[in-house]
């Protein structure tokens, strides 16, 4: 088998051009009958690396899957796809489960999904030895080690598969995977001096935003309005709040679901499947949710609280826009979320160790929100991938922050602490800077220290800014046990009282943030008008089928296909399938629907006098089609017939039928077509004219052309 074979199945059945990064050398590797360890970001492909060898090589490939919801989405994907997959696990009843173990028998199935439960039991063992096994993909293969916090203790039992199966190769892949956890899936594997391959772990389309969090109920509401029926999560760390949120939003007019541990197991089924089906847009959840849904067109990710570590942060993060269309996060970050989760790994139990690992990884958590640097830099940095450009992509490098000398400002900060017994939290130092006249200052006598009023020239949220870079720089630092009171440190002292230079960044200004709100009220990746209305009309078309066939609608296509058909406008089976994503099978199947939906388009804003791209070929079309003459035509489009013949020849082209008799016969067919080799694409119709001494009209010419791609798309069809 070679990667042409592997490029054409990937063009076919999954209607892609090219391969991603390390998807090629991955596949050439199963191939080669290696062993394989792949670490890749959710979203960056993973599971083409397995597919397209499974429907290229000899019979059936088995892929361990723990996550059952997700197993039933993949093979109804491929199925779409038109590749022949099936699934055993405990959801299946007995008949069907005899069903499927006929056609495994039969040979008929090129993807086997199964449990892990399900392959290491005695009863699937007979079953297992009976097929013709071209590989074993093992997804989510981090679940084998115990040290990750996803672990299936019937994942260790795998290494049955290369005891048995020595010389069927196993390619293992996962998202998350440390040294420590890959070195574990290779030899609890027992795989053969493995090729590893790790991919670039940035995600690019997905822009990375961190906010303060205050008035984040309105900040939220601000961004659903710029998101209208966009899908999209918000992360909580309480059930509650999951709960009132929802039910807040809903009171606003959103329309928005929660999910929570508390809910029964159908509830949460409920709320998964209208998310999946785009029933429910939005969905504020905690963090188990989405766990086990490959929904592609994730639009946005909120994190409403802090996450407790950057892994989770990014891997939640890592559920939005896995179709590559541009997606957002946005972290709202507070003081209140550090110190309470601090609180809460301080007063549970686990082990002092154990403890102090959470907290540091918590202290990175914030450190990431805090820092002026650029977000992405940091997360990669964190998961030890060399990143060092700016991603023009996350909140700092759009907007970096505004350097200044500090050392006056951050004077203030610290004389205001010291002068209050260093016994407030970042609240009360803000309001006494900023001369606040609430009572309990006046009762706690703050409003007579010399520093009261001091700070007036930043607001609230800029000395919240600036004071969590003063702890960031060290120069003061948070008593955890002392009710969270913030202490002047060394370093602080010395810019107190030995006037050291420090320098503090500000917050972007309003002026600018107002330039980032119209630039994020575009929708991501689309430009305005017929364009965005005709993808609305896709979506809604998308959704409709997805109902009639009882599928996911992402499952017809997914939003990066129903943009790239919004642009492009393919208005015929051969411009369809030029565009990514749309394979044979799904041009079999949907093709009709959506090119009739793209030519209504077209004919109502021909109709009401736009001129649209693609209008002119679909109006000649549409009369030549009700039987009018083609110099009829050409008069009532005020055209010439040259021009009426030669949309037809396009028509032709991309796969309709055209009665060309009049202008060429078969035979004259054959013999221009016999001579097109000796001329350069784009053909020039005037140098084959005169190439044959103009013995076939520029009419013959055209269809000449237009017969051979015509046949030369068909053929690369199959
Ligand atoms: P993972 O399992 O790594 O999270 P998937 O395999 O689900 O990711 O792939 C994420 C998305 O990218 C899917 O919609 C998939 O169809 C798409 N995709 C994968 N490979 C390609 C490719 N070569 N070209 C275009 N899209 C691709
Ligand atoms: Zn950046």
Redesign the pocket.
């Known amino acids: 088998m070679t990667l042409t074979h592997a490029r054409e199945v990937l063009k076919k059945v999954f209607g892609y051009d090219a391969f991603r990064p390390l998807q090629a050398e991955i596949i050439q590797t199963v191939y080669d009958r290696r062993d394989a360890l792949v670490l890749m970001p959710t979203g960056g492909g993973k599971s083409i690396c397995f597919q397209v060898p499974a429907l290229t090589l000899e019979g059936t490939a088995v892929v361990v899957s723990p996550l059952i919801a997700l197993m039933k989405d993949q093979v109804e994907s491929l199925r779409a796809n038109g590749a022949s997959a099936a699934f055993i696990n405990s959801m299946l009843d007995a008949s069907a489960a005899r069903n499927v173990e006929d056609d495994l028998l039969a040979g008929r199935i090129k993807l086997l999904y199964v449990s892990p439960e399900k392959l290491v039991s005695q009863s699937f063992q007979p079953l297992l030895r009976r097929l013709k096994i071209s590989l074993f993909a093992i997804d989510e293969a981090h679940c084998i080690s115990a040290w990750g916090h996803d672990f299936r203790p019937e994942y260790t039992q795998l290494k049955f598969l290369k005891e048995q199966f020595p010389d069927v190769p196993v390619i293992a892949l996962t998202a998350t995977a440390d040294k420590l956890t890959r070195k574990d899936i290779a030899d609890q594997l027992q795989l053969h001096d493995p090729a590893i391959y790790i991919a670039s772990f940035d995600r690019p389309n997905i822009s ?1 935003t961190v906010r303060p969090g205050q008035k984040k109920f309105e900040q939220i509401v601000e961004f659903l309005k710029k998101h209208p029926g966009q899908s999209g999560i918000i992360y909580c760390l309480a059930r509650k709040t999951c709960s009132d949120l929802s039910d807040k939003l809903n009171a606003r007019g959103f329309k928005t679901g929660f999910y929570h541990a508390e809910l029964s197991p159908r509830e949460r089924n409920q709320v998964q499947e209208d998310f999946i089906n785009d029933r429910v847009p939005v969905i504020c959840a905690t963090i188990a949710f989405g766990m086990g849904i490959d929904k592609s067109n994730v639009r946005f990710i909120i994190h409403y609280n802090l996450p407790r570590n950057l892994e989770g942060y990014y891997q939640e993060v890592g559920r939005g826009g896995r179709d590559g269309l541009p997606a957002e996060a946005l972290l709202f970050f507070s003081y209140q979320d550090v110190m309470a989760y601090r609180q809460m790994v301080e007063e549970g139990e686990a082990s002092a160790e154990q403890k102090e690992l959470k907290i540091a990884k918590l202290d990175r958590m914030y450190q990431f929100a805090e820092a002026p640097v ?4 940091t997360v990669l940095h964190y998961f030890g991938e060399a990143f060092d450009h ?5 909140d ?3 907007n970096p922050p505004r350097q200044f000398d500090g050392t006056t400002a951050a004077q203030k900060a610290l004389s205001a602490l010291l002068r209050m017994q260093e016994k407030v939290g970042m609240n009360m130092l803000v309001d006494v800077l900023r001369g606040s006249r609430r009572r309990e200052i006046s009762e706690l006598g703050y409003d007579q220290i010399k520093t009261y009023g001091a700070g007036r020239e930043y607001g609230f949220d800029e000395w919240q800014f600036l004071i969590s870079q003063m702890l960031h720089l060290g120069l003061i630092e948070i008593a955890y046990d002392e009710k969270n009171c913030l202490k002047v440190t060394e370093a602080g002292r010395a810019v107190l009282y030995n006037n050291q230079k420090t320098n503090l960044a500000l917050p972007p200004k309003p002026e600018e943030k107002a330039a980032e709100k119209a630039a994020a009220a575009r929708t991501p990746g689309r430009t305005q008008g017929l364009r965005d209305e005709l993808f609305d009309r896709l979506v809604a078309l998308r959704r409709k089928i997805g109902q009639q066939q009882g599928v996911p609608p992402y499952i017809v296509f997914s939003d990066a296909t129903l943009e790239e058909m919004a642009q492009k406008r393919p208005i015929s089976d051969a411009d369809l399938l030029f565009v990514s994503g749309v394979g044979e099978r799904k041009l079999q199947l949907y093709g009709d629907a959506f090119i009739e939906e793209i030519r209504r388009f077209v004919r109502e804003k021909s109709g009401e006098g736009q001129s649209v791209q693609g209008s002119t070929y679909l109006l000649t079309w549409d009369m030549y089609k009700a039987g009018r003459p083609i110099n009829e035509i050409a008069r009532a489009r005020e055209i010439s017939t040259t021009t009426v013949v030669s949309h037809l020849a396009v028509m032709y082209e991309r796969g309709e039928l055209v009665d060309f008799s009049a202008w060429a016969s078969p035979e004259t067919l054959d013999f221009i077509q016999g001579a097109l080799h000796q001329f350069e694409e784009p053909y020039q119709l005037k140098e084959i004219y005169e190439h044959f001494e103009q013995r076939f009209s520029y009419e013959a010419i055209r269809f000449a052309i237009a017969d051979a791609k015509r046949k030369k798309w068909k053929q690369q069809q199959g």
């Open positions: 990375l650029c977000r992405r830099k700016n991603c023009n992509n996350c700092v490098c759009k």
